[in-house]
């Protein structure tokens, strides 16, 4: 088990905006980025990133057809906490629309770079145990069901070490948090593929997909 606590505070501001454009019209290219300067402080202040992951023998509950020639998993979660979500809330609550937005879309793009820099850490322990790595495959994208996200928390005791959990939906209860897996096996390759866009169902509505 690897618990990282150490995370750059990166941002890709045109990422953010592109996100904002593809579904919201309110807001002027200008202003999204006024306002993305104006809260970058106040998304810095509020987030707790943290990751976790296990590689270990696949699951016995492991059933499902994607990476099936695998033999091992990798077992991951990350998180940001709960203080930006409040924040977020607290403009929505104010009316402060175009602020809670701009936020929003803010801290959507930054769980992705703290998955992207948790997955570094996975390729270097890979590498290490001459391991080779999948794509990463997360529940409820249609490869896996959105139930297996309790299995991963389970697996890596992710409520005692983040208060991170499911409900009774298997939806997480912190929602800047996101739950997945890679295949590994010794007789596989290791590539620094993370996620392969061409195989994700958002693939065309999504502002953050590799071209």
Not at 25 to 38: C, P, R, S
Not at 52 to 68: H, L, Q, R
Not at 100 to 113: I, K, N, P, Q, R
Not at 143 to 155: H, M, R, V
Request: glycine share 4%; charged share 30%; with cysteine.
């Amino acid at each position: 088990m690897e618990v990282i606590l150490e995370f750059d505070f990166k941002l890709d501001k045109q990422q953010v905006i592109n996100t904002l454009k593809s579904y919201c019209e309110i807001i002027a290219d200008d202003e999204i980025g006024t306002l993305y300067d104006k809260l970058l402080p106040v998304l810095y202040e509020r987030v707790q990133p943290a990751g976790m992951f296990s590689i270990g023998e696949k699951a016995e509950d492991f059933t499902f057809n994607v990476i099936k020639d695998y033999r091992q998993l990798v077992y991951c979660i990350v998180t940001m906490g709960d203080k930006i979500t409040e924040k977020v809330n607290e403009f929505f609550s104010y009316a402060k629309m175009k602020e809670g937005m701009v936020l929003d879309a803010m801290a959507a793009s930054y769980l992705f770079e703290i998955s992207s820099q948790l997955f570094e850490h996975i390729y270097a322990k890979a590498a290490e145990m001459n391991i080779g790595l999948s794509r990463r495959i997360a529940p409820g994208d249609g490869e896996i069901p959105l139930w297996y996200q309790k299995n991963i928390l389970d697996i890596l005791d992710s409520k005692n070490f983040l208060g991170v959990y499911v409900n009774e939906d298997f939806m997480l209860t912190s929602l800047r948090s996101m739950a997945y897996v890679y295949g590994a096996d010794k007789d596989k390759p290791l590539s620094k593929v993370d996620h392969d866009c061409s195989r994700c169902p958002n693939k065309d509505k999504c502002s953050m997909r590799n071209e």
